[in-house]
Structures are given as C-alpha cells and as structure tokens.
C-alpha cells in the first residue's frame, strides 16, 4: 500500500469532500511530492534527528547485538536487512563494528529497503567499506531468499499511517479530515462508524475512551512475522512507542525540530505517531515467534554494553569531547530524554 497511492498529488485531496485520517498522512508523506519521496529528513540540519546520528556508540551495540546472534545462532549465509536506512549512518556503525568478526559481512546478502531516492543517495555514497557491490536496495521488502534472515530498523514503524477513533457514551467516531476551500484550510471532523467490521475489531477497546491504530503497520510486521517462521531469523525494531493503553493520541508532526500541526507545511514536514508495541508482540506471538527482549531502549543500551563502551571512549578523548559523549550517552538512556519513550523488540525462531 505504502507509496502506491492512486492520487499520487497531495493537493489533489483538496477536490474531495473529506477523507479518512490514514489516507491524508499516506499521501502527505508518501505521494510523489509528500515529505518521504521529495526531502531530506535527517539530521542535525534537518528536521530531526535519531539515535545513530546521535552517537556512534548507538550503531555499535546494536552490531554487537547483531554480530553474537549470527555468530551463536546462525553462522552460515544470511541476509541482513535494514529497513528505512536514512543516511546510513546505523550500517556504517554496524559495519564498522564488524571488523572483529570478518565472517559476518562475507556471509551476509545485504539488502537495504529505502523509499527515499535521495536518501538512497547519500546512503551509496556513505556505505562503501564492504564494496557496493554487496549491497542491493530495493523500495519494498520482497522475500524471496530461503536464506535465515537478520532484520532490523530504527525509526521505522513509526512512520507508517493511522486511523483514530474516539468513544463516546459506547459510540465509536473516527477521525476525517476535510479541506474548506474559503480559508484554504485542513481541519479534522469526526465521523460515527457504521461499518461493522471495523465495530466488530472496536469493541476489543470499548473499556477505552480512545484508540489509534495502523493496519498498515501491523500488516508490514507481521510479513515479516510469516518470513522468519517460514526461513528463520531474528529481527530487532526500535522506535518510540507504548505496550498499554494510551490517555492521549500520539499523532505528531516536526518541521525543523519543533511540534507542528499534521496539516502545516503539507508535504515538507514529518508525520509519525508512537508503535503500539503491544499489537505487535500479539503477532509476532501468534507465528510463534520468541520474544527475546522487550525493553526500553535504556536498559537494552545498558544490558549490552553502552556504558563500558562509553569508558573507553572518555579514555581516548580530550575533555571538550568527553563532555559531548556523556551528553551523548545521556540523551540516548536517560528516562526522561530518548530512554524510556524508546522500545527494543526482539522476536525471532532461532
Ligand atoms: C525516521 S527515518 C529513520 C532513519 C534511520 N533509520 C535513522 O535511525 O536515522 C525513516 C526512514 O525510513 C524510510 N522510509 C519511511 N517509510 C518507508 C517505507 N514505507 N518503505 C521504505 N522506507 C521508508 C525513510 O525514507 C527514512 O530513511
């Protein structure tokens, strides 16, 4: 569904008397001129910035993490897949890290699913140490190798759409938007749910005053459910999100580092909300996957080894930069920073 839509032109919605919720962030950041397809979005100069660019010492546990898996639990070819790679910079790391484990990178069929041309740019530019040559990018994930499969991604599953829906006095109301054409204007209205189905799935929440789902999300991971039962594997997903029942909707726009309306700058800023992690342990639990960590990003940086590596790297540094990596390491695990909101979910068969 994703970058597929029909009406490949945001400004087109404007024709249409209202339009679901999900249908205007797909195309606000997945139509030919929304903000995945036409801009760069990472980085300190940019809109936002994520863990990897944060510090180097993000990649580098993360390759740590991964060079033991396949080295304990796989040991043969593999393929290793980023998903969503953005500048690059988490392989670089990885990469990098894996220069004590030479094995890992001469067994593994890369494959790096971006839907970002000019991030995929930057991305061939960026990732050279193992020669281009072992790299394939493809915009969607096509399963296609037998092969055990290392997936993972940072940032990710938040980027994919969702639907609202609001209970009230035991009726349930989704969130539309509309477009008035005087004030030139986006706004949202809510409009009662009269498909049965949709009833039906509601009524599992009906304790709940509101619900936010993402069907395609969901979808996504659980194909990736359905490949590792099929040909083994592991996958490791971070992103920021929730395992329980949310107060408030998490629906949020950055445009340049700062909070913004989803209907602002249409096109040219970031529309992500917070994974409902706990839809996805139900899938990954209904393949019969292991879940073999789910945690805050805090103690899954700390449990494997943040902290020491942060030692060494004090040690080798001046004292300007030493206050640097320890803001660094902060901004990545402190609860009240990156370190709590953030999850690590680890489901595999191996
Ligand atoms: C929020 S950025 C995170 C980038 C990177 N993982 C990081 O941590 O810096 C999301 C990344 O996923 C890519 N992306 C978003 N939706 C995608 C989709 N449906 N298919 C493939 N790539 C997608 C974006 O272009 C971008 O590279």
Request: overall charge positive; some cysteine; glycine content about 4%.
């Amino acid at each position: 569904m994703l970058g597929k839509s029909k009406i490949n032109n945001i400004k087109l919605l404007n024709n249409k008397k209202n339009f679901r919720l999900d249908k205007f962030i797909e195309l606000a950041l997945y139509a030919s001129n929304g903000y995945y397809l036409s801009k760069k979005p990472i980085g300190r100069k940019f809109d936002f910035i994520t863990s990897p660019e944060i510090s180097q010492m993000f990649g580098e546990i993360i390759g740590v993490y991964l060079l033991y898996n396949w080295k304990e639990k796989i040991n043969s070819k593999f393929n290793l897949i980023e998903l969503g790679p953005g500048n690059g910079t988490l392989f670089k790391d990885i990469e990098r890290t894996a220069k004590i484990l030479p094995n890992f990178f001469e067994n593994a069929n890369v494959n790096l699913i971006e839907i970002n041309k000019e991030l995929r740019k930057i991305q061939e530019k960026n990732l050279n140490y193992f020669g281009k040559s072992k790299i394939r990018w493809s915009k969607t994930l096509n399963f296609r190798s037998k092969l055990p499969s290392i997936i993972y991604s940072n940032e990710f599953f938040d980027c994919f759409p969702v639907r609202q829906f609001l209970n009230n006095n035991n009726q349930w109301f989704e969130r539309y938007v509309k477009f008035n054409e005087k004030e030139s204007k986006y706004y949202s209205i809510n409009k009662r749910v009269i498909s049965k189905k949709i009833l039906d799935y509601l009524n599992k929440y009906k304790k709940q005053k509101i619900y936010e789902v993402s069907y395609p999300r969901n979808k996504y991971f659980e194909r990736i459910c359905k490949y590792l039962k099929k040909n083994r594997g592991i996958c490791i997903l971070i992103d920021y999100g929730y395992n329980e029942k949310i107060k408030n909707f998490t629906l949020q726009a950055i445009y340049n580092h700062k909070k913004t309306s989803i209907f602002d700058n249409l096109g040219q800023q970031d529309i992500s909300s917070h994974v409902n992690f706990k839809e996805l342990i139900e899938i990954a639990k209904q393949n019969k996957l292991k879940i073999n960590e789910f945690i805050s990003q805090r103690d899954f940086l700390i449990k494997y080894g943040i902290l020491e590596r942060k030692k060494k790297l004090l040690n080798k540094n001046s004292n300007l930069k030493k206050n640097l990596i320890n803001d660094e390491v902060d901004r990545l695990i402190n609860s009240d920073r990156m370190g709590r909101l953030f999850k690590c979910l680890v489901v595999s068969n191996l």
